[in-house]
């Protein structure tokens, strides 16, 4: 895989939520270049400490003025933060919905006026494989974890025309360091190629509220990302490399959802209280 891409002027400090998480940690590394001070929060423990450039501050998404402090001090935010998979709406609620809300709120209030938005391909998960999207395409969430990225989606839309707050939400497909599955063949975004979309999505002027997909330069793709080009983002890395090794394994079956929708099992996920 080719290597990230070189670092523009640093920002002074730099937020990332979520930073425990599996996205997270990778992103601890990679965008250390791009920040002074890179500041760390999460619900839980970070590990491994905070090294040099990097500060830890906790923080439930849930708790308003937790969430002001946090972002009291900060250039720009990357927010990672939240459930990352399907669960009961009242588990996400608060970190997921009111969370994205605090964040708009403490970066209104102190002055912040870039976000990155980690939204989902799960936004609109309830297409089927062979329909290809763009970013105007009519959202059609999987589950209330897409629910939740959608109403971020339009959390950041109103609080760029309100009060000019600009945000890049990106569509994340499925960043892992390899496709586990042929769904995924479709949908793989690079950790380099995550990094380079941040660079982009945190350094282009005027995007405000943009949004892209988050994948590689995969070779059947279901996401049209013309619509976002001016933030130049040029994918290096491609799922190709690895298809031997994912179409070696057993084929699901025709009725799976892994084969029919854009968002795989989350379209069959719950109801939880059955």
């Excluded at 070779?219 to 799922?239: E, I, K, Q």
Aim: glycine share 8%.
């Amino acid at each position: 895989m080719n290597s990230t891409p070189s670092p523009r002027k640093p920002f002074n400090r730099l937020l990332l939520t979520g930073a425990a998480g599996g996205l997270g940690k990778v992103l601890r590394e990679s965008l250390r270049p791009y920040a002074e001070v890179l500041r760390l929060s999460d619900i839980g423990e970070m590990a491994p400490a905070a090294g040099p450039e990097e500060e830890v501050v906790r923080c439930d998404l849930a708790d308003k003025q937790a969430v002001h402090q946090l972002v009291e001090g900060v250039d720009a935010i990357l927010h990672f933060g939240g459930v990352s998979v399907e669960r009961p709406f009242e588990e996400i609620l608060g970190a997921n919905i009111c969370g994205v809300f605090h964040i708009y709120e403490a970066a209104r209030r102190h002055g912040v006026k870039r976000v990155v938005f980690a939204s989902s391909n799960h936004v609109i998960g309830f297409y089927q494989q062979d329909q290809k999207l763009d970013a105007h395409s009519p959202r059609r969430p999987d589950s209330y974890y897409g629910l939740s990225k959608s109403y971020g989606e339009d959390m950041a839309s109103f609080y760029f025309d309100r009060y000019g707050i600009e945000t890049v939400s990106i569509r994340i497909g499925s960043s892992f360091a390899e496709p586990q599955n042929r769904r995924m063949m479709s949908t793989w975004l690079s950790f380099g190629d995550l990094t380079q979309l941040l660079e982009c999505a945190l350094y282009t002027p005027n995007v405000g509220h943009t949004v892209v997909y988050g994948v590689s330069d995969n070779h059947n793709v279901w996401w049209d990302n013309h619509l976002a080009s001016a933030l130049g983002y040029a994918p290096r890395d491609s799922s190709e490399v690895f298809r031997a090794k994912v179409e070696a394994l057993p084929l699901p079956a025709a009725d799976d959802p892994a084969r029919i929708y854009q968002g795989g099992a989350f379209v069959a996920s719950g109801p939880f209280d059955d």
